[in-house]
């Protein structure tokens, strides 16, 4: 069991379970955390919960998330969603405290400790500048551009590729 949970200074980051659909639903349909994301907000607390399952049936050797808890709240989910690529998503009401950079410094070091990879992956808007600002200072590296990746509802959003090789030191 202790090795389905990462504990930091602040967080604690664990499995996702069926109680978390509220808390979770609150995030995947806020427009603002929601603006950067692979889909449009979940209208519907129906959508939240087949993300939800999803994210719990995912496969220990092609997954490796977890729900984020800060003050025994749940305020996201991060992790390597598909290994080797990372994805995170935090309630705006936490950020600027740094406590993306603390999570993902912890999960990062975890999967280069767990399993057998020598680089992680990102995919970020390129409009999304505090999430290449956040990458960029845990040594991920911007290695390609690309447009019109992903039609998220009716708009084309474009796409900048970055990867973290194994050793690479974050920078505080």
């Known amino acids: 069991m202790e090795d389905n949970i990462v504990r930091t200074e602040r967080l604690l980051m664990r499995r996702a379970e069926v109680r978390d659909l509220g808390a979770i639903h609150a995030i995947l349909s806020h427009p603002e955390a929601m603006r950067y994301w692979s889909t449009p907000p979940h209208i519907s607390l ?27 709240r749940v305020i996201g989910k991060a992790g390597f969603w598909r290994l080797p690529e990372i994805g995170y998503i935090l309630h705006p009401d936490i950020w600027g405290r740094g406590l993306a950079f603390e999570c993902l410094s912890a999960l990062v070091e975890r999967a280069f400790r767990r399993f057998d990879c020598d680089r992680l992956l990102a995919d970020v808007d390129p409009r999304n500048t505090a999430s290449l600002r956040l990458l960029e200072k845990l ?32 920078r505080l």
């Open 139 to 170: 040594r991920f590296v911007e290695t390609r551009r690309e447009k019109a990746t992903l039609l998220v509802g009716e708009e084309w959003c474009d796409s900048v590729f970055l990867e973290r090789k194994r050793g690479a030191a974050c």
């Open 46 to 72: 129906h959508q939240s919960r087949e993300w939800l399952k999803a994210m719990m049936a995912s496969p220990e050797t092609l997954s490796d998330d977890f729900v984020v808890e800060f003050e025994g």
